[in-house]
Each structure stands twice: as C-alpha cells, then as structure tokens.
C-alpha cells in the first residue's frame, strides 16, 4: 500500500517554543492531507485539513495560530505548534490518500510531542 | 451529526476465543467505514474497509466485519484471536467520502495466553 512519512516520531521541547512537524507521501501525490491528534487514551479528532498551496481548512475549535499547516508541495505538509505549552502535549498524526476512486487515506506513525 | 460509537472500552479474552468488536455509527447517506489497529505509540494501521457491494469484508490478519445498514453497525469479529492481536481498535466513518475520519473512542483488547 502506498506509505506515509511523518517525521519526528517524537520530540520533546520546552515551553513558549515552535515545533514543527513533517508529514510526507512518499509513493503518491496528494493535494490535500489530513492532521490529527490523539489525546492519552482518547480517539483521534480531525484538527484540520491541509490544502496544497492553498490555506489549510480547520475544524471548529481548533486555533489556526497556534496550530500552523503548511502544503508546500504535493508531497508535503507540515504541521507547526506555535509557542507551545505542556497543555499541546500530545501524539499527532497526519493521512493523506491517494489519488483515484475508493481509496482509503493512509496514516503516518505519529509524532509524540511533550512540552516541558 | 456523525457520529461512531464503540461501546466497549477494553475487552479481554483468551488466545484462541472468537472475538467480536462492536461498531455503531451515525450517518445520513450511505457511509464509508473502516477499522483500524493501533499498537502502543504507533500509528494507525488499516485492517479492513467497506464501501460497498458484499457487507461481509474481509481484512488482514484474518479480520472480517459486516455492515448491517438496518442496526448501523459495522461489527470487527475474528474467529481466533492471537497474543499478537492486543493493541487498540478505532471504528471510524468518513465524513466526506474516504476523508476526514471521524473516529469512535477505541475498544482495548486484551488476551491473555
């Protein structure tokens, strides 16, 4: 099946810092991925939808400034935590599907991020 | 609105029992539903699909669920559970088409050997 990269798979910085996560389809192209986070012991909740080279859409409730997206590229879009705080610590993971009918979006490993 | 609900937060069985996961989803038109498997730390990985045709469809690692339109369910069973099969299930439904999952709360499996 076709792969997506996300990278780091964690990453642990201090407060008041940025973050910035990769998340890659390596075998495919795709105009739009999609972030996620996962809270310990929780489901997964759709943050926002990342559109090449247009804005990212965001779910409601979810901070634009605080959570910055990138699609720069058909294979790349990235995912800032703007001045972070122990309270953004969490395990975010990004998808993306492949182009073509009934085809299911594919996940990356997930990035765990703690804020000190 | 979508929803997907899981009513069983953590199951436990024993390696060799029949296993089965429940999945009840919300949903106005006809909808697209998955389960996937989670290790600890890991990301998400697909075990099976329905979107159509056949609502028995058969996944990986001996996985198989049926859609039953008229309960709103999309149920996980495996015959013969292995000690490799604990981890974390998500029942999810796509909120436009294949994307923008919407996820249930997960059922824990536990087996014990």
């Known amino acids: 099946g076709a792969v997506v990269s996300q990278h780091p798979s964690w990453v642990i910085c201090k407060s008041g810092t940025s973050v910035k996560i990769e998340c890659r389809s390596l075998?495919?192209?795709?105009?739009?991925m999609f972030w996620y986070r996962q809270f310990p012991k929780q489901s997964l909740m759709l943050m926002a939808t990342?559109?090449?080279?247009?804005?990212?859409?965001?779910e409601q409730g979810v901070e634009k400034d605080k959570f910055l997206i990138n699609h720069a590229s058909l294979t790349l879009s990235t995912l800032t935590v703007t001045s972070a705080h122990p309270e953004d610590s969490s395990f975010y993971i990004c998808?993306?599907?492949?182009?073509?009918?009934?085809?299911?979006?594919?996940f990356g490993q997930g990035t765990r991020l703690t804020v000190v | 609105a979508q929803s997907v609900t899981q009513p069983d937060i953590h199951i436990t069985v024993s390696e060799g029992a029949s296993l089965e996961l429940r999945c009840n989803y919300s949903?106005?038109?006809?909808?697209?539903l998955f389960w996937y498997v989670q290790s600890p730390g890991q990301g998400l990985q697909l075990l099976l699909k329905?979107?159509?045709?056949?609502?028995l469809v058969q996944g990986i690692k001996g996985f198989e669920a049926e859609f039953k339109r008229s309960q709103s369910s999309f149920n996980l069973r495996k015959p013969s559970v292995h000690w490799s099969d604990a981890a974390e299930y998500f029942c999810?439904?796509?909120?436009?088409?294949?994307?923008?999952?919407?996820f249930g709360t997960g059922t824990r499996l536990q087996v014990f050997p």
């Open positions: 999810a439904v796509g909120r436009e088409y294949t994307d923008k999952l919407i």
């Open positions: 990342s559109n090449e080279g247009s804005k990212a859409t965001y």
């Open positions: 998808s993306a599907r492949p182009p073509g009918a009934d085809t299911e979006a594919f």
């Open positions: 075998d495919f192209q795709a105009t739009t």
């Open positions: 949903y106005g038109a006809t909808p697209y």
């Open positions: 329905y979107f159509s045709g056949d609502t």
